[in-house]
């Protein structure tokens, strides 16, 4: 979703194989996303979740984004029940700490090859 004349883009949901979650993946994903949206020249990038999803919530806030709160009843589920949207940001003044964050994360993995795990049952 883009605003061009607002500056304002929001990051859509990424999948990924449960068996990267907590690796390198989405720190690479996302540098490489907010990266183009920051040198495109908008001011904010928007991030949500569900929520009631904390691994999504957490997995936001890692890579340096600021909690801005909630909207309620923001989106229906396809079981017709609706959800609430955790909203989350980075200011384009934002974004050089966030992107030397994700920066230094991408650096400790020393381009290592992601192995990939066993999912919890």
């Not at 979740?49 to 890692?62: E, G, M, Q, T, V």
């Amino acid at each position: 979703e883009l605003d061009v004349r607002r500056e304002r883009a929001h990051l859509g949901w990424t999948a990924y194989d449960p068996r990267v979650w907590g690796t390198v993946v989405n720190a690479e994903a996302k540098r490489l996303l907010l990266g183009l949206a920051f040198d495109s020249g908008f001011g904010r990038v928007k991030l949500q979740a569900d929520a009631r999803n904390a691994h999504s919530r957490a997995a936001i806030l890692k890579l340096g984004a600021t909690f801005e709160g909630v909207c309620r009843r923001d989106q229906r589920r396809a079981d017709g029940t609706w959800r609430d949207a955790a909203i989350h940001s980075i200011l384009a003044d934002e974004w050089p700490a966030v992107r030397a964050g994700l920066d230094a994360r991408i650096a400790a993995h020393e381009g290592r090859p992601v192995l990939f795990r066993t999912p919890a049952a």
